[in-house]
């Protein structure tokens, strides 16, 4: 029974990174109508400048706050400067953009940082308060951050004017703009936030997995079976969707499929919810007259 409790609180701990990716991807969603297929990549690269500052000598949390800011930063000026002039153009021409922004940034990770594999330093002592006996220290520690994330984003969507300018922005772009705000710019504000928590999730993961220019592939493919399954135009459906994904794969993992086969869960959540319920759970059904 306590390793069955433990592989359902593991899979808690995992789903808060996948929830997190998939809250990335949600907030371009809604923005753009498009999914980031390089959101994975720009977050392996904000994790490699994060280990670089910390092998200055940094200390991590003030890795951790200029990481989030360079990534805020680095978001936004690739929305402005590489989307920008594609915001109006065919689906496949934004498709292509991104996958090309995957292949620039996992080009970049290996050449300027290598290939070789990095340990990245976690900054919860093993045996600290946060430990539990279904927890490390860092599941619990990396539980706290995202939820002290998802917090600090609702309160900003929720109070403060720029972030509900952004919530207009996504849901009627046009009425927004008739009401004077710039649409344009809430975009490009909507993809620095999609930066900052992807980073915030290569953070937490990279102690786990170890630092590598493919770090984030399989985490991104939770994170969109994670983002499909809540419903890819809700913010906290995809942070739930990400709890039960998390479940799912470690139970599965465990006792049925074996931990070489976890990456095809993903796979097949995928596939099973755009066949049944391309809506996902908490998602909302759009009827379109034509």
């Not at 940094?58 to 000026?77: D, H, K």
């Not at 860092?138 to 951050?145: A, D, K, N, Q, Y």
Request: hydrophobic residues 55%; contains cysteine.
């Amino acid at each position: 029974m306590d390793a069955f409790l433990h592989q359902i609180f593991s899979g808690l701990a995992n789903g808060c990174i996948y929830g997190s990716v998939a809250l990335a991807l949600v907030m371009i969603y809604q923005a753009t109508h498009h999914l980031n297929f390089a959101q994975g990549e720009m977050a392996t690269f904000s994790t490699y400048i994060a280990w670089a500052l910390i092998q200055r000598g940094l200390p991590y949390w003030a890795a951790f706050a200029l990481t989030f800011g360079i990534s805020f930063a680095g978001g936004l000026l690739i929305q402005r400067i590489i989307l920008r002039p594609v915001e109006k153009a065919p689906v496949l021409t934004n498709v292509n953009v991104f996958i090309g922004l995957l292949l620039i940034f996992n080009a970049l990770s290996g050449w300027i940082f290598d290939h070789t594999v990095k340990a990245f330093p976690s900054p919860f002592p093993q045996e600290s308060w946060l430990k539990t006996a279904f927890f490390s220290a860092h599941e619990s520690g990396s539980f706290l951050v995202m939820l002290t994330v998802l917090l600090a984003l609702y309160a900003f969507f929720r109070f403060t004017p720029v972030g509900l300018a952004m919530r207009a922005a996504a849901q009627n772009p046009e009425s927004a703009r008739l009401v004077g705000i710039r649409v344009s710019w809430m975009l490009a504000l909507g993809w620095g936030f999609a930066a900052a928590i992807g980073a915030i999730a290569g953070m937490m993961v990279a102690p786990i997995v170890f630092l590598d220019p493919n770090m984030m592939a399989g985490i991104l493919l939770y994170g969109f079976a994670s983002a499909l399954l809540g419903g890819v135009d809700n913010p906290w459906g995809a942070v739930v969707g990400g709890l039960i994904v998390g479940v799912i794969e470690n139970l599965l993992g465990a006792y049925v499929i074996g931990t070489e086969l976890k990456l095809t869960v993903a796979l097949v959540l995928i596939v099973g919810t755009l066949t049944l319920m391309p809506d996902g759970l908490f998602g909302k059904r759009v009827v379109t007259r034509v």
